[in-house]
């Protein structure tokens, strides 16, 4: 599951088409995990919501950086948005180096127009864009993400987040910086999460809108679901629930 998510080669051979149907629970693979995250979004959509989050990160790899857990997936994300009916999409990647090498490697080709945050001044929102997309921003891009989605209320245009980080874009966790943290949080909140797939340390939280969040344990012949919770669980939530089901075990450290 987890290699399948941040392999860029699957995300290039994988053909979205219309009527594909959700896999239940956990996805088996990327393709699956696209799928569902795609058919989230347009219930969000349907439902008058024009501004949301896509959470996907099942690496437990430290050394990948989340424009790097991001990019495959946001490339067959993508296409499904472009297969239904999203045809002109306007994606922005965190910088001028990753926006061109994704029209070079796969965007152009698609009909996509990216750009990168550093150049977005020079790049307004089109009032026939179909959907704006933006790919790992990180916490310190905050206030163009603000003017960002307010131009796009205004044009009507849904934004849609892939993976938000509270990181610089160094790496730096940002979260210690009080109210700064506080003011990302509280802004990430205005936006539905629409999917979520994150893998933690025994297992995955796993979320379809408008379902509440799974979460399950990682065994031998797969994952058994040890229960959910209509917001995403803490690092403490996590615990209890892991206890609760193995009472003569104990996890120190589950970070939410």
């Given at each position: 599951?987890?290699?399948?998510?941040?392999?860029?080669?699957?995300?290039?051979?994988?053909?979205?088409?219309?009527?594909?149907?959700?896999?239940?629970?956990?996805?088996?693979?990327?393709?699956?995990?696209?799928?569902?995250?795609?058919?989230?979004?347009?219930?969000?959509?349907?439902?008058?919501?024009?501004?949301?989050?896509?959470?996907?990160?099942?690496?437990?790899?430290?050394?990948?950086?989340?424009?790097?857990?991001?990019?495959?997936?946001?490339?067959?994300?993508?296409?499904?948005?472009?297969?239904?009916?999203?045809?002109?999409?306007?994606?922005?990647?965190?910088?001028?180096?990753?926006?061109?090498?994704?029209?070079?490697?796969?965007a152009g080709a698609d009909g996509h127009n990216v750009v990168a945050f550093e150049r977005f001044?020079?790049?307004?929102?089109?009032?026939?864009?179909?959907?704006?997309?933006?790919?790992?921003?990180?916490?310190?891009?905050?206030?163009?993400?603000?003017?960002?989605?307010?131009?796009?209320?205004?044009?009507?245009?849904?934004?849609?987040?892939?993976?938000?980080?509270?990181?610089?874009?160094?790496?730096?966790?940002?979260?210690?910086?009080?109210?700064?943290?506080?003011?990302?949080?509280?802004?990430?909140?205005?936006?539905?999460?629409?999917?979520?797939?994150?893998?933690?340390?025994?297992?995955?939280?796993?979320?379809q809108y408008p379902a509440k969040y799974s979460i399950y344990e990682e065994v031998p012949r797969g994952f058994d679901r040890l229960g959910e919770m209509s917001t995403f669980p803490?690092?403490?939530?996590?615990?209890?629930?892991?206890?609760?089901?193995?009472?003569?075990?104990?996890?120190?450290?589950?970070?939410?």
């Amino acid at each position: 599951m987890a290699s399948a998510l941040v392999g860029d080669e699957a995300a290039g051979m994988f053909k979205i088409t219309p009527g594909m149907k959700s896999e239940k629970g956990i996805p088996s693979s990327m393709e699956n995990a696209v799928v569902q995250a795609l058919l989230s979004s347009v219930d969000v959509m349907r439902k008058g919501c024009g501004r949301f989050r896509i959470d996907v990160d099942v690496s437990k790899d430290e050394t990948y950086t989340t424009l790097k857990n991001s990019i495959p997936f946001t490339r067959v994300f993508a296409k499904g948005l472009s297969v239904n009916g999203f045809t002109k999409l306007r994606i922005i990647l965190p910088d001028t180096g990753a926006a061109a090498l994704a029209t070079r490697d796969w965007a152009g080709a698609d009909g996509h127009n990216v750009v990168a945050f550093e150049r977005f001044g020079e790049t307004p929102v089109d009032d026939d864009d179909d959907a704006v997309v933006v790919v790992a921003p990180a916490a310190t891009e905050i206030a163009k993400i603000r003017a960002l989605s307010d131009t796009c209320g205004e044009k009507g245009v849904p934004i849609i987040l892939v993976n938000p980080s509270v990181k610089s874009p160094g790496g730096e966790n940002l979260g210690s910086l009080g109210a700064f943290s506080l003011g990302l949080t509280d802004f990430l909140n205005t936006f539905e999460t629409a999917y979520t797939l994150k893998a933690i340390p025994y297992g995955i939280v796993h979320r379809q809108y408008p379902a509440k969040y799974s979460i399950y344990e990682e065994v031998p012949r797969g994952f058994d679901r040890l229960g959910e919770m209509s917001t995403f669980p803490s690092g403490l939530e996590l615990e209890e629930m892991y206890q609760e089901a193995h009472p003569e075990e104990r996890v120190d450290g589950i970070e939410g």
